[in-house]
């Protein structure tokens, strides 16, 4: 049994959160999903919906896979001095590290990063990448693996990113069950990602 910790944050991202959660939580068998906020209970999304944060971070930084959503453009909280430290005891003491969209901008700025291949949403891939030049950052990627880290671009990319980690965890074949329970087609190609070329990345 895995326990995944999933960090919420204001104004975070809600597929860049619930669909890997999806991917992962289609075998609770293996993965014990616990959310993990600045502060128990609700934090609102960038849609309104709000999560509710089972544990603060003040609780804990050991979970053997971490995810990392965005947040939707620059309202990611880039500037918050307690999340920063945190995320990177986080990542480093993690199995697995998953990122979705701007989330690699939050592990980017904690270091964890530097000298790994990453990539990020392609709208805001510039804002991104400018923070954190140390990152050998991939434009045209739809996800990519570093060892035990995956990043993935914006939103519903995340959810082929975290069918390969789920691979890489339990297996092809039932990373492939996951995805057809969830009626998904599943993207495999981790390196092309059609909306580079909309942002003029390709």
């Known amino acids: 049994m895995r326990t995944v910790g999933a960090l919420v944050y204001p104004n975070f991202e809600l597929l860049d ?29 960038n849609m309104g919906p709000s999560a509710q ?13 971490l995810l990392v959503p965005g947040g939707w453009g620059r309202s990611i909280p880039v500037d918050t ?17 998953l990122s979705v969209c701007t989330g690699s901008a939050l592990l980017a700025l904690t270091g964890f990063l530097d000298g790994r291949t990453a990539t990020t949403n392609k709208a805001l891939f510039h804002w991104v990448a400018e923070k954190r030049p ?12 570093d060892g035990r880290l995956f990043t993935s671009s914006g939103v519903s990319a995340g959810i082929d990113m975290a ?10 074949e039932r990373a492939e069950a996951a995805a057809t329970g969830c009626e998904y087609q599943w993207h495999r190609d981790a390196d092309a990602d059609p ?3 909309r942002h003029g990345l390709s």
């Open 17 to 45: 959160l619930f669909g890997p959660l999806e991917v992962l939580g289609w075998y609770p068998d293996e993965f014990r999903i616990v959310l993990v906020g600045p502060r128990r209970g609700a934090v609102p999304s």
């Open 53 to 65: 944060a089972d544990v603060a971070m003040d609780e804990g930084a050991d979970f053997d896979v």
């Open 81 to 97: 001095g307690a999340l920063t430290p945190w995320l990177g005891r986080a990542a480093r003491r993690a199995d697995y590290v």
């Open 134 to 145: 140390e990152v050998d950052w991939r434009p045209s990627a739809r996800w990519v693996r």
């Open 163 to 172: 069918l390969a980690a789920l691979a890489d965890m339990v297996g092809e």
């Open 195 to 197: 909306f580079a070329a």
